[in-house]
Every structure is written in structure tokens, then in C-alpha cells.
């Protein structure tokens, strides 16, 4: 499957962006699908997971409450929403797909990324 994440950008702290992750060659409901995220000499993040179906989700600490994924496996497109934006989510934003149920949170293909800058 091919990964092309899109919809990164400049925002003011506060804003919000979403941001899609559009697969090709593959139905996309057969994957568990994931965003991470890196920044600058730290390591990559987990940012949010999804299920196959949708059903099941998954934040890490850092965004829960301010960050949504989703999926439309009918359009074979992951979303992430993302508001109330700070500074500290810039980064470059990932996106994953992976054949293993979602809380193995390990993944077998990635997108190239999509810059997401937050100013203060």
C-alpha cells in the first residue's frame, strides 16, 4: 500500500488543521492506520491510531482531547484533525498502515510526511 500525507502547513497556536493520509493500491480497511509525528532532534511520536474498522482509537498523551483520527474507508482516506494547536506539535506528521490489530502499534508502511509548523 502507498501512503501520501497531506495538509501540513503554518498555523497560529490555537488554530487547527486536518490533515489526510490517502492509500493507494490496497483496500484500506484491511489496515490498522496510525499517525506519528518528529520534530527536530527528538525521536518520532505516536500521535493517534485507528482500527480497521474505525471502532477502535488511540491517542498519546500528549494530544488526547485535542486531536481526533478517523477514516473513510470508502474514499481509502485516514484523517487527523488537530485543534487547538501549540507550538509544541511542530513537526513532521507520518502517517502508517499496518496489517496487525491496532494495539500492536507496530507498522509495515509509512508515507513521506507533511510539515506541520505551530506559531506562537
Known amino acids: 500500500v502507498q501512503l501520501q500525507a497531506s495538509g501540513g502547513g503554518l498555523v497560529q497556536a490555537g488554530g487547527s488543521l486536518r490533515l489526510p493520509c490517502a492509500a493507494s493500491?490496497?483496500?484500506?480497511?484491511?489496515?490498522?492506520m496510525g499517525w506519528f509525528r518528529q520534530a527536530p532532534g527528538k525521536e518520532r511520536e505516536f500521535v493517534a491510531a485507528?482500527?480497521?474498522?474505525?471502532?477502535?482509537?488511540y491517542y498519546g498523551d500528549s494530544v488526547k482531547g485535542r486531536f481526533t483520527i478517523s477514516r473513510d474507508n470508502a474514499e481509502n482516506t485516514v484523517y487527523l484533525q488537530m485543534n487547538s494547536l501549540k507550538p509544541d506539535d511542530t513537526a513532521v506528521y507520518y502517517c502508517?498502515?499496518?496489517?496487525?490489530?491496532?494495539?500492536?502499534?507496530?507498522?509495515?508502511?509509512w508515507g513521506q510526511g507533511t510539515q506541520v509548523t505551530v506559531s506562537s
Open positions: 502508517a498502515a499496518s496489517f496487525r490489530p491496532v494495539r500492536s502499534f507496530e507498522y509495515d508502511y
Open positions: 493500491g490496497r483496500t484500506l480497511s484491511r489496515y490498522s
Open positions: 485507528v482500527s480497521g474498522s474505525g471502532d477502535s482509537t
